[in-house]
């Protein structure tokens, strides 16, 4: 059995220990200095989301995040192409930008301090006292370089993912088959595009990062955690006529109810790197009322199978490991920013299906108030939850997590199907990822 990791950088050997075939190690949970390596490592090596283009339609445009501890400036540059640089002038390292969004105002970027100045591309236009850099060498120094491009930036479908570390696997192959789920968000637009609105909720809870990840794929939860929230609903729904139509708030909440045979049922997919669908067959989503004219527009541009293929489809959730957790119906994100080993902030973001009906705006917007916000009641249940695992597992009873549900010898390779929609497969698929990238560029 491992030690705990002490602060002085943990071996590759002793990491790899970390995760065994039914369980993983409450260090994963709990050592900052494995945290440190995490962010420098894990999410370095792995493909997040840093944004979408919607929110940067104009050029100049900007955005800025912290990825794992890099502070990062996603910008449209003046031929509309989207750009990412680590957000740190190539002069003294101060951040170009510190709003949260924002226009560059002009062809140029100038920087706060010494007034540095560089294009849209990154590249360095001027400075003052130049005189003073004459014979110096600047010109081929990294400064004289100008900004430094975040190493790997793709945009697919208009969602803009990043790699902060070189080389490692490329995007199409990190991803694979996981881009349907992408796909059926962006097509049940009839005109093709998606559009962020309604702002963000932010949640930061006192937890590992990885608590949030895995209960995304934990549909056996709901029965026991949310069951107060679930009577909540039924105690101010039962009066009411049977027959009339439900508003959004009981469409949403009372599916939470359902018992351990239908989340049994709702199937689940296993996916390279540690990506997973659960609710392949059906999810609490499935039942959400219809939408008449929309489904003859989505028919129009999508075709009548592409149409009745992307609709049917409603997942509970698919995870692009490690950042990204959509929901097609609603249309709703989650984004997953690590802060510190015990804080992590999650980010809902909502979406307008341009050319769809106002409703389903409405729908995004009602479930991510009802369920992902600080005040929510479903929202509470789970952070108590997680803030309860990161403080349990201080305690020195056993050092293993477990993770055996539906644990076979001989799971089968993936991508496949999981025997049922309640399956740890998906978690467990997430940690032999986890293991993968977080060791990939480490020596032994």
Known sequence: MPTSLKPDAPSRDAITRLVRHD????????SEALFDLEMRHFFGNTWNYAGH??????????????????????????????RA???RCAHKGTQLFTSESGNTGGRFMRCPYHAWSFRLDGSLVGYPLKAGYEGT??????????????????????????????????????????RSAIDNMVDRSPSGELRIEGGVIRNTIHCNWKFYLENINDPVHPVSA????????????QPQDVSAPQPLAVEQILPFGQKYDFFEGMGGHV???????????????????????????????????????????????????????????????????PIAVDRTV????????????????????????????????????????FESQQQGLRSRGSDWVSLHRECRPDEPAQPNEATSGTSEWLIRNQYRAWLRFMTQDMEA
Do not use: C
């Open 53 to 82: 283009a919607s929110q940067i339609p104009q050029p100049g445009d900007y955005i800025t995040l912290d990825l794992a501890g890099q502070p990062l400036l996603v910008l449209r540059d003046l031929e509309g192409q989207v």
């Open 85 to 87: 640089f680590f957000n």
């Open 226 to 237: 949310h069951e107060s929230a679930v009577r909540a609903a039924q105690a101010v729904w």
């Open 137 to 178: 060498g600047l010109a081929d120094s990294e400064a004289g370089q100008g900004l430094v491009a975040v190493p790997g930036l793709q945009v697919y479908r208009d969602f803009i993912f990043v790699r902060t570390n070189p080389g490692g696997v490329d995007f199409d192959t990190y991803f694979g088959d996981m």
């Open 23 to 30: 369980s993983v190690h409450k260090d994963i949970y709990q």
């Open 346 to 385: 999650v980010e809902a973001w909502n979406f307008r299906t341009v050319g769809g009906p106002p409703l389903l705006l409405e729908r995004a917007l009602s479930y991510s108030r009802l369920v992902y916000s600080p005040m929510s009641f479903v929202a509470h249940d789970d952070v108590h939850l």
């Open 271 to 337: 996916y390279p790197n540690g990506h997973s669908v659960s609710g392949t067959r059906f999810s609490i989503h499935s039942g959400y009322g219809e939408l008449g004219d929309y489904v003859r527009d989505l028919q129009a541009a999508l075709g009548e199978a592409r149409a009745r293929e992307v609709l049917q489809r409603s997942p509970q959730n698919a995870v692009l490991y490690p950042s990204l957790a959509l929901k097609g119906s609603p249309q709703t994100i989650r984004v997953i920013r």
